[in-house]
Nanobody, 125 residues
Framework: VQLVESGGGLVQPGGSLRLSCAAS????????MAWFRQAPGKEREFVAA????????VLADSEKGRFTISKDIAKNTVYLQMNNLKPEDTGVYYC???????????????????WGMGNQVTVSS
C-alpha cells in the first residue's frame, strides 16, 4: 500500500486548497480513508475521514462547514477540499488508510496501518 499526498502550499487566511491522496496497492472503494494534521510541537490530530465502502464522511468539529472529504474511485484518489483557511490550519497533512477500521474509530490515528509521507500546508498573510 502506498499513499502519496499533493496539493499543499502557502495560502493566505480565507483562501482555499485542495489536497489529493493518490493510493496504490489497495482500493479507496473498500478501505477507510482519512486525513490528519500535525502542527509543529503538537500531536497528530484528526481532520476528516470516509468510512469503508459506504463512504460515510466524518469531520472534526473545527472543520465542519469549511472542509470536505471525497473520493474518486476511478482515480483511486481521496481529496480534502479546504475553504476559509485559518492560520491554525497550518501543519503537515497526512493521508491514512486501513481496511478494517470501524466508524467509531475513524478519528483515532493509532487505528490506521498505512500512512503517506505528508504534505505541508501553511496559512499565513
Amino acid at each position: 500500500v502506498q499513499l502519496v499526498e499533493s496539493g499543499g502550499g502557502l495560502v493566505q487566511p480565507g483562501g482555499s486548497l485542495r489536497l489529493s491522496c493518490a493510493a496504490s496497492g489497495m482500493s479507496v472503494r473498500t478501505y477507510a480513508m482519512a486525513w490528519f494534521r500535525q502542527a509543529p510541537g503538537k500531536e497528530r490530530e484528526f481532520v476528516a475521514a470516509l468510512s469503508r465502502s459506504g463512504g460515510y464522511p466524518v469531520l472534526a468539529d473545527s472543520e465542519k462547514g469549511r472542509f470536505t472529504i471525497s473520493k474518486d474511485i476511478a482515480k483511486n484518489t481521496v481529496y480534502l477540499q479546504m475553504n476559509n483557511l485559518k492560520p491554525e490550519d497550518t501543519g503537515v497533512y497526512y493521508c491514512a488508510t486501513d481496511r478494517s477500521i470501524i466508524i467509531s474509530e475513524l478519528s483515532h490515528p493509532n487505528q490506521y496501518d498505512y500512512w503517506g509521507m505528508g504534505n505541508q500546508v501553511t496559512v499565513s498573510s
